[in-house]
C-alpha cells in the first residue's frame, strides 16, 4: 500500500465518488445473490437506501458518522462509512473494494481505519450487519474482533434468515 491512501471524505466529488461504490456495491451483492432473487432489493429499499444516496454527507459525515476512501495512485479502490445508533454505539456500513483491487488488503485496512477513526471519535462499541452469503467477509470481521450478537434492526422475517449481525467493542 506504499502508493495508496485512505482518507476521511469531505467534499462533494468525495462523496460522489462513494456514491459511486456504493451502486456497485448492490450491484455486486445481486450477483452474488442471485439464488435469492429480490433479496438485495428488498434489504435495501427497507434501508431507504435511494434516501441515502441523495444525501450521503447527511448519512456518513460529521456528526452523524464518517465515510473513508481508499486512493490508489489516482483511483478511488474502495471505501466504507459508519454512522452513528447512539452516543457509545456505531455501525459499520457500506464497505467495498472494486473487483480489480481485490486481494491486496485494502478490505481489511479500511476497516482497521474506520475502527481506529471510530475509536478516535469516542465510539465503545461497533455494530454491522452483513448477508449471511458474504463469508469472506464475515472471516475478515471475525479476524477483526467482531463477534455474532443479536439482532439491533428490525427488518422483515423473510430477510432476517440471510442476515448475520455482529459487534466488536472499540475499547
Given at each position: ?36 432473487p429480490g433479496f438485495i432489493d428488498k434489504v435495501f429499499s ?48 457500506r464497505l467495498f473494494v472494486f473487483d480489480r483491487f481485490k ?47 443479536p439482532a439491533y434492526h428490525d427488518y422483515p422475517l423473510d ?13
Amino acid at each position: 500500500m506504499v502508493d495508496d491512501v485512505i482518507f476521511v471524505a469531505k467534499s462533494a466529488a468525495d462523496y460522489e465518488a462513494f456514491a459511486h461504490l456504493v451502486t456497485a456495491y448492490v450491484e455486486w451483492l445481486r450477483i452474488r445473490f442471485q439464488p435469492h432473487p429480490g433479496f438485495i432489493d428488498k434489504v435495501f429499499s427497507h434501508q431507504s437506501l435511494a434516501n441515502e444516496l441523495a444525501d450521503l454527507p447527511t448519512a456518513y459525515g460529521p456528526p452523524n458518522g464518517k465515510t473513508l476512501l481508499l486512493r490508489h495512485e489516482s483511483e478511488i479502490a474502495g471505501g466504507i462509512a459508519y454512522r452513528r445508533l447512539d452516543a457509545s454505539t456505531c455501525e459499520m456500513k457500506r464497505l467495498f473494494v472494486f473487483d480489480r483491487f481485490k486481494g491486496r488488503g485494502y478490505g481489511r485496512a479500511l476497516c482497521n481505519a474506520l475502527i481506529a477513526q471510530a475509536k478516535d471519535d469516542g465510539f465503545t462499541l461497533m455494530r454491522l450487519d452483513t448477508g449471511y452469503l458474504l463469508t469472506e467477509a464475515i472471516q475478515m470481521y471475525q479476524l477483526l474482533g467482531f463477534r455474532a450478537c443479536p439482532a439491533y434492526h428490525d427488518y422483515p422475517l423473510d430477510l432476517m434468515q440471510f442476515l448475520i449481525f455482529m459487534e466488536r467493542p472499540l475499547a
